[in-house]
């Protein structure tokens, strides 16, 4: 085979993802996706799986963007379904941001439910985008089991997954702010406030459903 200055210029590239500075293996996936090429695509998805640098994966899921989708779907199909927690939240988050709603069957309640909350994030944020129209209820259901989940930043990213579905989540929120645990109803109420005034800040939100739970309050979720 005829090796060429395009062939020679993203072996070099495909080299320098590997390389220990992240301001070269930046350059390097920038490089990738300015001149995409089929053949890169297995590479950029597996050094997504590894790479530690928030701002080199976000570059790596820019490139796997400019490249056909009939390359990178089914690869990133495959990779949601890694053992590693990394590879599954980085293949949703790709996925998202390719948008293409063929990918929608690999969106399960597993992920939706990963015990990883990264993993869970990315796989909220990809639903919300993908989801076909007349899901959205059956979607809102199953992350409505995540209300009260983790800290402020996961509880943050499932109200803002949520309330993106718009209101066809209120009675998976009625249903789960009369729930036992009180985070889950402040949660709810929390979320069901940020669906009200989109403009309210999640802490505000989340501070002031905390309060009504305290007090006694219904925890009725209802518009």
């Known amino acids: 085979m005829t090796i060429t200055r395009g062939n020679k210029d993203g072996i070099r590239a495909l080299q ?4 220990d500075r992240s301001s070269v293996r930046l350059r390097a996936a920038l490089a990738v996706g300015t001149t995409p090429d089929p053949r ?17 994966r976000d ?5 796997l963007t400019r490249h056909p989708v009939s390359m990178t779907l089914p690869a990133l199909v495959r990779e949601v379904r890694s053992e590693r927690a990394q ?6 988050h790709t996925l998202s941001k390719i948008g293409d709603r063929q990918a929608w069957p690999a969106i399960t309640r597993a992920l939706l439910t990963d015990a990883d909350d990264e993993v869970a ?8 985008v993908l989801v076909p129209e007349g899901e959205e209820s059956a979607l809102a259901a199953v992350l409505a089991t995540q209300l009260g989940r983790g800290e402020r930043e996961t509880q943050l990213s499932l109200s803002r997954a949520l309330v993106a579905l718009g209101e066809v989540i209120l ?4 249903t789960a702010a009369t729930a036992p645990g009180e985070r889950v109803r402040a949660h709810a109420l929390a979320t069901q406030r940020l669906l009200r005034d989109p403009d309210t ?4 939100a989340i501070d002031e459903a905390k309060r ?12």
Request: aromatic residues 10%.
């Open 16 to 19: 320098g993802l590997a390389d």
């Open 40 to 56: 890169f695509v297995d590479t950029l998805i597996e050094r997504c799986a590894s790479e530690p640098e928030f701002l080199v």
């Open 59 to 63: 570059m790596l899921t820019w490139a």
């Open 87 to 92: 590879a599954r939240s980085q293949a949703l």
């Open 121 to 128: 994030r990315s796989a909220w944020r990809a639903a919300v």
């Open 171 to 174: 009675p998976a929120l009625h």
């Open 201 to 204: 800040g999640f802490e505000f």
């Open 212 to 223: 009504v739970v305290a007090l006694g309050g219904s925890g009725q979720a209802g518009g």
